[in-house]
């Protein structure tokens, strides 16, 4: 198990070495052969709608063997969610029902007949930002990403920090607010992931009566907006700004109360939801406004680097390391 970024940066730039990373999130699984320290091959495609056990643990093996996955390629694979210290078995795993608990490795390791390793996906995400992205070179820094759920990474003196039960980190959990239900996997309340990951919006969406899709809605939140795809009276529908501005100021208590905490050089951003013009921008305003002194002249938020071949990296890693142990 790969926990600094030191020990992950000499993992991946070995010559000769090489491995699967995939990573498996509620809406796409990204899939990819890194030989030394390059992704040589990639694909995605959208997750098994049914998000159930059988079908994605078929899906995921299907296309690692597409990739080039062997004896000798050993796979690594993020998990959305938390999983045990000696990572073997699921623990929390977020908008996957009845995904909780189960020896997760070990099952996909049965389908693949060869090496597997899993992972946090947003540990894994950390990870590769470190050795290749927006946090290279940085010792004390938090991943965030915005995707389906909401997740996160944190380092601390060039390690990975994974706390008593290997589950530290689970940054879409903070509670910063009330009732909100949160996805299956979890079944806690008023999480961060809940209110403002792309599932709970789109839900909130829908429940709005406007279109489910969020690059749409973000193009809507603002009536200067001059698309064409959109029209008049749904920019200035008020329900979107108040979508839209309920989010960004979550998502920033959020940063700011890690900011807080950790003192990190940056906060690096990923996922899909800060893609849109000018996301980045307008969360940083928010978060100026919730931040006390003198953290105001200290933070740093930055977008990632890598964007999807971050957890690639962090995967593959993580399975060369098992491979490297099991081979011994």
């Keep these: 198990m790969i926990l600094d970024i030191g020990t992950f940066e000499k993992t991946l730039n070995t010559e000769g070495v090489r491995a699967i990373g995939v990573d498996l999130g509620g809406h796409k699984v990204v899939a990819g052969r890194v030989e030394g ?18 079908p994605v643990i078929a899906q995921v093996a299907r296309m690692a063997r597409e990739l080039g996955a062997d004896k000798d390629t050993p796979v690594g694979i993020c998990i959305p969610g938390g999983i045990d210290a000696a990572r073997e078995r ?28 899993i992972e946090n996906d947003a540990n894994a995400y950390a990870l590769g930002e470190g050795f290749a992205g927006a946090a290279k070179g940085m010792t004390d820094y938090v991943v965030l990403t915005l995707g389906t759920g909401i997740g996160g990474g944190i380092v601390v003196g060039g390690r990975l920090l994974t706390g008593a039960h290997g589950i530290a980190g689970e940054l879409g959990h903070m509670v910063l607010g009330h009732d ?23 839900r909130k969406a829908r429940e709005m009566g406007l279109p489910p899709v969020l ?37 920033a ?7 807080h905490i950790l003192d990190p050089q940056a906060v690096i951003v990923g996922g899909g939801l800060r893609k849109g013009a000018g996301f980045m921008e ?26 999807t071949d971050a957890p690639i990296f962090g995967a593959a890693a993580s399975a060369l390391a098992r491979w490297s142990r099991s081979s011994q």
């Excluded at 909100?180 to 789109?202: I, N, T, V, Y």
């Excluded at 907006?225 to 008049?232: A, E, H, K, L, N």
């Excluded at 208590?253 to 900011?259: K, Q, S």
Aim: glycine share 8%; aromatic share 8%.
């Design 37 to 54: 320290n390059v992704i040589r091959e990639r694909f995605e495609e959208p997750t098994d709608p049914s998000r159930q056990l059988t």
């Design 180 to 202: 909100e239900p949160c996805g299956p996997g979890c079944r806690g309340f008023g999480h961060l992931e809940a209110m403002c990951g792309a599932d709970a919006l789109e």
């Design 90 to 117: 699921s623990l929390m795993v977020a908008n996957f029902e009845g995904w909780n608990g189960l020896p997760l490795r070990r099952m996909f390791e049965d389908e693949l007949g060869q090496c597997v390793a």
């Design 253 to 259: 208590r959020g940063i700011a109360t890690l900011v």
């Design 215 to 251: 690059k749409d809605l973000w193009l809507m939140r603002d009536p200067r907006v001059t698309d064409p795809r959109v029209t008049d009276p749904k920019v200035t529908d008020p329900r979107v700004v108040s979508l839209w501005d309920l989010a960004l100021n979550d998502i």
């Design 282 to 307: 307008l969360l940083e305003g928010r978060i100026y406004r919730y931040l006390g002194e003198p953290f105001k002249q200290t933070m740093n938020l930055c977008s990632s680097a890598l964007d």
